[in-house]
């Protein structure tokens, strides 16, 4: 059985950083596409950054320069770094993996929250001006 188990989030003031982590059990992270979406409220979730087994990442626009997926697949920990947090931040953020063997873009865009199999229950970041 698949477990994704989010921590680290918090509240920070605007520019402020935090580091999310996810634990995966049941899930060999060098194996597959894992990463990490959002959810305003009201909103869908939206992809923040993913990467495969392989290492290849992939970021939204919002994301990119500011935050870093990493992965430790040792400890099959996957990693958020986020810098340079904006109030436009603050959302709850979800760790989330495809079922091992795909790729995070095969068949249709990264981004798209239908092709991830695996979700944990998420990790409230708020950042306030």
């Known amino acids: 059985q698949v477990s994704l188990v989010e921590s680290g989030g918090g509240s920070v003031q605007d520019g402020g950083s935090l580091r999310l982590s996810c634990v995966a059990s049941?899930?060999?992270?060098?194996?597959?596409?894992i990463g990490w979406f959002r959810q305003f409220p009201g909103k869908e979730r939206e992809g923040v950054a993913v990467?495969?087994?392989?290492?290849?990442?992939f970021y939204s626009d919002s994301a990119k320069g500011r935050f870093t997926i990493s992965k430790d697949s040792a400890k099959n920990t996957l990693y958020l770094e986020m810098n340079s947090l904006k109030p436009e931040d603050t959302a709850m953020y979800y760790c989330?993996?495809?079922?091992?063997?795909?790729?995070?873009?095969?068949?249709?865009?990264?981004?798209?929250?239908?092709?991830?199999?695996?979700w944990g229950r998420g990790t409230q970041v708020t950042v306030s001006s």
């Open positions: 990467m495969d087994g392989i290492g290849v990442k």
């Open positions: 989330a993996a495809r079922f091992l063997g795909y790729t995070c873009n095969s068949g249709s865009s990264w981004s798209r929250r239908q092709k991830y199999n695996y």
């Open positions: 049941g899930y060999n992270t060098a194996n597959g596409c």
